[in-house]
């Protein structure tokens, strides 16, 4: 049986993000949507077999998988061998666009085996939260962050996985842990897992959300802090010590993530390390 909900959009509007609809698709029908839809959609199978088509391709859709399809995305669906039961939820938001590029969604996503009980859950209250016109609004909200953080974390998980990159990365990123202070390049963290360096930091920057070089940098800067408060080395000194040899460049680095830099960090901070390691 069919359950579902279009929630009366108001003051869900000036939330960042919002439902538009959720539902269960019990059973799922025939969908052909020439031009897309306005919002952004996902949709996984709770049991029965379907298909989707995506620019020409056919995606067998099971049990436990998923699909997600940004605004203005061209697709087809329709059940296969008998009845087709699907977990849908539409949404939107002003700047969901940018949002969902930002977290390393593309317009048009297949995984499979991806939904568990952590995702079941969430649809079944993101579900009941949308039907509650009163204050469900930015509960439902606030539930949708949560289900897309999950999926965007499993889809990442798998995809590392499948390519045999979450070792590979491991690797890397302990390397840099543990010589940051030496002199370290793409080329070498790329030869370390045999592949190509544009291939590493394409791999590196989906599932850390930072360059390779971004990373070493905010390692440096993390491990100069405790020295610039814990002893009485020069600013000069300590970049050193952390893999900069030149202090004004140390200086630049530092302000850039920190937005004051190592002597004010060093002023504004040292009296409150001095108090905390008495207690």
């Keep these: 049986m069919n359950d579902y909900v279009y929630p009366i959009l108001g003051a869900q509007m000036k939330l960042p993000f919002y439902v538009v609809g959720a539902g269960v698709a019990d059973p799922e029908y025939h969908v052909v949507r020439e031009e897309g839809q306005q919002s952004h959609q996902f949709l996984y199978t709770q049991s029965g077999e379907g298909t989707l088509i995506m620019e020409g391709k056919t995606y067998p859709q099971r049990k436990g998988d998923f699909f997600y399809l940004g605004p203005g995305v061209p697709h087809e669906y329709y059940p296969e061998r008998g009845e087709w039961v699907t977990c849908w939820v539409c949404f939107n938001g002003e700047y969901m666009k940018s949002i969902m590029e930002n977290m390393g969604f593309v317009p048009f996503m297949v995984g499979q085996h991806v939904v568990g009980n952590k995702i079941e859950h969430l649809f079944a209250r993101l579900l009941s939260m949308a039907k509650d016109p009163i204050s469900g609004g930015e509960q439902a909200s606030e539930l949708l962050y949560e289900y897309i953080v999950e999926i965007r974390r499993i889809m990442i998980l798998q995809t590392s996985s499948e390519t045999g990159m979450d070792h590979l990365l491991a690797d890397a990123i302990n390397?840099?842990?543990?010589?940051?202070?030496?002199d370290?390049?793409?080329?070498?963290?790329?030869?370390?897992?045999?592949?190509?360096?544009?291939?590493?930091?394409?791999?590196?920057?989906?599932?850390?959300?930072?360059?390779?070089?971004?990373?070493?940098?905010?390692?440096?800067?993390?491990?100069?802090?405790?020295?610039?408060?814990?002893?009485?080395?020069?600013?000069?000194?300590?970049?050193?010590?952390?893999?900069?040899?030149?202090?004004?460049?140390?200086?630049?680095?530092?302000?850039?993530?920190?937005?004051?830099?190592?002597?004010?960090?060093?002023?504004?901070?040292?009296?409150?390390?001095?108090?905390?390691?008495?207690?």
């Excluded at 390397?175 to 030496?182: P, R």
């Excluded at 893999?243 to 460049?249: A, C, F, L, R």
Aim: charged residues 20%; glycine residues 6%.
């Design 175 to 182: 390397f840099i842990d543990q010589n940051y202070a030496t």
């Design 184 to 279: 370290i390049n793409l080329n070498q963290l790329a030869g370390m897992c045999h592949i190509s360096r544009q291939h590493f930091c394409r791999v590196f920057k989906n599932q850390m959300a930072m360059r390779p070089m971004e990373y070493l940098a905010q390692k440096r800067i993390t491990e100069s802090k405790p020295l610039l408060l814990g002893s009485n080395e020069s600013i000069g000194n300590i970049g050193s010590m952390v893999g900069y040899s030149d202090p004004t460049y140390f200086g630049m680095v530092f302000k850039k993530y920190e937005g004051i830099s190592p002597s004010e960090y060093r002023r504004q901070h040292k009296s409150l390390w001095r108090k905390d390691d008495s207690l």
